[in-house]
């Protein structure tokens, strides 16, 4: 049985901030390499991490935060602490960017209902 729990580092909040992205992502292509890339393993950049909360004024709902797939988590356990990152529901579809994966990882994400 594979966990569906996500795990999501947010910058400024984590132990990590968004000029070190290039690395986070060569360290986790190399780990899934080496790993011989699992099916559904994938890093995606979500642009905004506030959902359905009232944000503070003065507080920009606009962030940026790595999330960690399911399939990567026994990959990545080591990147996964540096980052400080947290369980997490998936990233919304819309404002997620994959980096590192396959065309076939958006389907891991949610659909936005109509």
Same mark, same amino acid.
């Given at each position: 049985?594979?966990?569906?729990?996500?795990? +999501?580092?947010?910058?400024?909040?984590?132990? *990590?901030? !968004?000029?070190?992205?290039? =690395?986070?992502?060569?360290?986790? %292509?190399? @780990?899934?390499?080496?790993?011989?890339?699992?099916?559904?393993?994938?890093?995606?950049?979500?642009?905004?991490?506030? +959902?359905?909360?009232?944000?503070?004024?003065? *507080?920009? !709902?606009?962030?940026?935060? =790595?999330?960690?797939?399911?399939? %990567?988590? @026994?990959?990545?356990?080591?990147?996964?602490?540096?980052?400080?990152?947290?369980?997490?529901?998936?990233?919304?579809?819309?404002?997620?960017?994959?980096?590192?994966?396959?065309?076939?990882?958006?389907?891991?994400?949610?659909?936005?209902?109509?």
């Amino acid at each position: 049985m594979t966990s569906r729990l996500w795990y +999501r580092a947010v910058f400024g909040d984590a132990l *990590v901030d !968004a000029c070190q992205i290039p =690395i986070i992502r060569e360290h986790f %292509a190399e @780990a899934l390499e080496v790993a011989g890339w699992p099916d559904g393993a994938c890093l995606f950049l979500s642009t905004r991490h506030v +959902r359905g909360k009232a944000v503070p004024e003065g *507080v920009s !709902a606009v962030g940026e935060a =790595i999330y960690f797939s399911p399939a %990567a988590i @026994a990959e990545v356990p080591h990147l996964i602490a540096v980052c400080g990152a947290e369980p997490s529901p998936p990233p919304d579809r819309g404002c997620a960017t994959l980096l590192v994966g396959t065309e076939s990882d958006w389907d891991l994400l949610p659909r936005g209902s109509h």
